[in-house]
């Protein structure tokens, strides 16, 4: 079934986000595939996320649907002109990648080509508005398509940190407003803090896919309870990892334990493993999905 009619079904709907290579060797992708299959509803791939150059999403999704799970693709406003994320996008329509989600990308200084300079001839809302004007048979030029697109489209929330949700959450509406019909957010650690965030969000009246991500380490929980405010990973977990005797199964442990929780407040979770694919039936499995 697929993400589109478990999303209409109001089923609850479990993704995973694997990036593509930075090369051309596909082999690590193709078996990450084909291990969950079945165990998945989509895979989201991002399109060189954070500024790192990579293989395109759109290659990296037509791979794992050639595997036999749903691919989502990622659409960013940084690095192309109107044009080219217009013929992006017919592209992915015939390729049969149907599913997209528009980003936001990251700055520049976390790239590996700097010098490279962003374009954003769109922001998000103008791109979510021209794929709707491409279902609808025209481009942002006026002219009429010989033969319209068909796609289930997203968007993300940037933030749920304090004092920044709210200006995050009146792009988002914007964002459904312009066709948007799901959210993605980012990582949830803490539930309780994060529940009443994402009701409002729901209340937009369109499906809330939660990201859940996979600590991999107690620095790597430093680090984000430090740089990320929207975290809000307590001193609590940190320990919890910290004095567990198999601090890899505690970590994934406490991502299943999550989504698991999330199934109640949410439609669905995004489980971002960033390299840890293999972990991903572990997770699942503490998450009883």
């Known amino acids: 079934m697929s993400v589109l009619k478990r999303l209409s079904g109001k089923e609850f709907v479990v993704l995973a986000q694997m990036h593509t290579p930075k090369g051309v060797n596909i082999s690590r992708l193709v078996n990450d595939g084909r291990r969950l299959k079945g165990r ?5 791939v991002p399109d060189m996320d954070n500024g790192i150059m990579r293989l395109p999403a759109m ?13 989502i693709i990622g659409v960013y406003c940084r690095d192309k002109n109107r044009m080219a994320l217009q013929a992006d996008l017919l592209a992915a329509h ?39 004007g491409l279902q609808e ?10 033969g319209s697109p068909a796609f289930t489209t997203g968007c993300s929330l940037a933030t749920l940190a304090n004092g920044a949700f709210e200006a995050a959450f009146d792009q988002v509406q914007k964002q459904v407003e312009a066709g948007a019909s799901f959210v993605l957010t980012p990582p949830v650690f803490d539930i309780e803090r994060c ?3 994402l009701e409002q969000l729901a209340g937009l009246g369109v499906p809330v896919i939660a990201g859940v991500f996979l600590i991999k380490s107690v620095a790597v929980a430093r680090y984000l309870a430090r740089n990320e405010p929207g975290a809000h990973i307590s001193d609590g977990l940190i320990q919890r990892i910290k004095k567990a005797a198999d601090r890899e199964g ?4 406490i991502a299943g334990e999550t989504a698991a929780a999330l199934r109640k407040i949410t ?7 960033h390299g840890w694919e293999h972990r991903l039936p572990a997770i699942l499995d503490v998450a009883g999905l």
Do not use: C, W, Y
């Open 94 to 132: 015939v390729l049969g990648l149907q599913n997209l989600v528009v980003m936001p990308s990251a700055d520049m200084d976390l790239s590996d080509h700097r010098d490279a300079k962003p374009v954003f001839d769109l922001d998000e809302v103008g791109l979510l508005r021209a794929i709707a």
């Open 59 to 71: 290659a990296g999704g037509l791979l794992l649907q050639q595997q036999g799970l749903e691919a």
């Open 250 to 253: 505690e970590a994934v442990k």
């Open 40 to 44: 998945l509803d989509a895979v989201l």
């Open 195 to 197: 529940t009443a965030p």
């Open 137 to 146: 048979g025209k481009d942002l030029g006026g002219s009429d398509l010989d």
């Open 267 to 273: 439609r669905g979770v995004l489980l971002q493993t």
